[in-house]
């Protein structure tokens, strides 16, 4: 059975950075692209980036291009969110999935003075 | 980036059928959108129900299917569980571009 746990949420004030990271276990985790997807309190998901299985390939949303990086360390089988210059509307539960079709638990990232 | 739609909310009697609907705003959804659909219980990390289009996971419960619909990706619940109540997802795929979800449908069961 495959598992992802995320890690590296907080508080953060506006302007300032966060890494997020995804441990996979339980599955062949190279073999699938990733993503990171958000959910503010009381909203949808909202899709914010993926990856496909080497890291050659990376798409953002619109409102986080520039800003944020996505990547993935297949030999630890880790998958990262370099979150920079955060602003409020950043706040959400932060999930890390893929096309494996697990999800991990999410990371709460909170950005406010 | 494209806008996804989805219904906001369907009410289903326990053990009837319901067909929720997912458009996107470029035209017709098709294979090449690779249509995922989701389900999220409140205060619960979301689960993978069906991928590209109709494909089930081994967790997927055979009452769930996925399919493409008068232009749209479709997910029909044959059966309605109690335990079936829950937001729906889906996720659509634009090539070179990314992926959007739609704005979800609150399923009751009732």
């Known amino acids: 059975e495959g598992q992802l746990v995320e890690s590296g949420g907080g508080l953060v004030q506006p302007g300032g950075s966060l890494r997020l990271s995804c441990e996979a276990s339980g599955f062949t985790f190279s073999s699938y692209w990733m993503n990171w997807v958000r959910q503010a309190p009381g909203k949808g998901l909202e899709w914010v980036a993926n990856i496909n299985r080497d890291g050659s390939a990376k798409y953002y949303v619109d409102s986080v291009k520039g800003r944020f990086t996505i990547s993935r360390d297949n030999a630890k089988n880790s998958l990262y969110l370099q979150m920079n210059s955060l602003r409020a509307d950043d706040t959400a539960v932060y999930y890390c999935?893929?096309?494996?079709?697990?999800w991990g638990q999410g990371t709460l990232v909170t950005v406010s003075s | 980036q494209a806008v996804v739609t989805q219904e906001p909310s369907l009410t289903v009697s326990p053990g009837g059928t319901v067909t929720l609907t997912c458009g996107s705003s470029?035209?017709?959804?098709?294979?090449?959108?690779?249509p995922y659909w989701f389900q999220q219980k409140p205060g619960q990390a979301p689960r993978t129900l069906i991928y590209h289009t109709n494909n089930k996971y081994s967790w997927t419960p055979a009452r769930f299917s996925g399919s493409l619909l008068g232009g749209k990706a479709a997910l029909t619940l044959s059966g309605a569980q109690p335990e079936d109540e829950a937001d729906y997802y889906c996720l659509l795929s634009y090539s070179g571009v990314g992926e959007v979800f739609g704005g979800g449908t609150k399923l009751t069961v009732l």
């Open positions: 999935s893929g096309s494996s079709g697990y």
């Open positions: 470029t035209g017709a959804v098709t294979s090449g959108h690779y």
